[in-house]
């Protein structure tokens, strides 16, 4: 699980510039209609130290069979929603997890059922108990910052920084040969003039429902990978005429050797991409290539 940056870096990031060109993504949204049960938990003096100081956790769950398709398969979206607040009632923070739920009866989407109901109660669990996770940080600079502002003012004023979120959501699922595949977007905001996006994808074996990696499926070494995507960047690197990336892309890219982490897959192949200030401004979002499936071996 990885970490989530520290709360004292703000002050910087309230200086970070957000200039350079748009990028457009490969990737299809899908639409969700949702119904929602709200399950609120008021904590007592008791349960809030055992939260995280929290005085509300509300909880929502929403979905509803949607009909969407990735080849033969049905599924619709479902998604998770917490929300973490002060003793006093400020909102901390809001965590939002959406994932795919498959329609079948089969061992494999059961199986990918399965794994998509543990992520969904391995992260809460992270965000309650892991004390460098978002809700963990946002708790201890909220709670701190009224504490800070009752004692001042002798009541809690607007806060100088919006409550700290972390959104998932479903980008894509996507059905190639025996391989299903899900791709997740995710936003986190900790303060700061802007958030920062992530991604991640999941590609499971259609009859098993067991996790493969990307590794496992393609027909050529770490090296030649490399090579083929780090070519491929650099061409659009050179062919850029607008001056949308850092002067040392070409440097950063020919040093980089774990393309392999960094992609998703589509119909037409597997996109491969560099991060927000890799070789390119916040603003540019993500550098994106597009490797056909068959020159893969997939």
């Known amino acids: 699980m ?3 940056m520290c709360l004292t870096l703000t002050a910087a990031l309230l200086l970070t510039g957000c200039n350079g060109k748009s990028a457009d993504g490969n990737t ?17 003096a008791e349960t809030s130290q055992e939260t995280t100081e929290a005085a ?11 009909g969407l398709q990735a080849g033969e398969y049905t599924y619709h979206l479902e998604k998770e929603e917490k929300t ?17 739920v498959f329609e079948g009866d089969s061992d494999g989407e059961k199986k990918i059922n399965e794994f998509y109901e543990e992520w969904v109660s391995d992260m809460m669990e992270n965000y309650e108990n892991d004390p460098d996770s978002i809700v963990s940080y946002a708790m201890q600079y909220r709670t701190e910052e009224e504490n800070s502002q009752t004692a001042a003012e002798g009541e809690t004023e607007a806060f100088t920084m919006p409550p700290s979120e972390e959104d998932f959501t479903v980008g894509g699922v996507v ?19 802007h958030g920062m996006p992530g991604r991640n994808n999941h590609i499971f074996d259609k009859e098993t429902g067991k996790e493969v990696t990307l590794a496992s499926l393609i027909n050529l070494s770490n090296d030649e990978l490399n090579t083929m995507v780090r070519d491929k960047f650099l061409e659009v690197v050179e062919n850029d005429t607008e001056g949308g990336f850092f002067e040392d892309a070409a440097e950063t890219l020919n040093a980089k ?10 119909d037409e192949g597997v996109v491969f991409y560099t991060t927000p200030y890799e070789i390119a401004p916040y603003a540019a979002g993500y550098t994106e290539v597009t490797i056909p499936y068959e020159e893969l071996g997939m």
């Open 175 to 193: 059905s190639h040969g025996n391989l299903i595949s899900v791709y997740h977007e995710s936003y986190t905001y900790e303060g700061g003039a």
């Open 56 to 66: 509300t956790e509300e909880t929502q769950t929403s979905g509803e069979k949607g």
């Open 257 to 266: 050797n774990d393309f392999i982490e960094y992609y998703y897959l589509t």
């Open 28 to 44: 299809g949204t899908v639409a969700q209609t949702e119904s929602s049960t709200v399950q609120e938990t008021p904590a007592s």
């Open 84 to 100: 973490w607040s002060t003793e006093k009632g400020q909102l901390a923070c809001t965590v939002k997890l959406e994932y795919p």
């Open 2 to 4: 990885k970490k989530f």
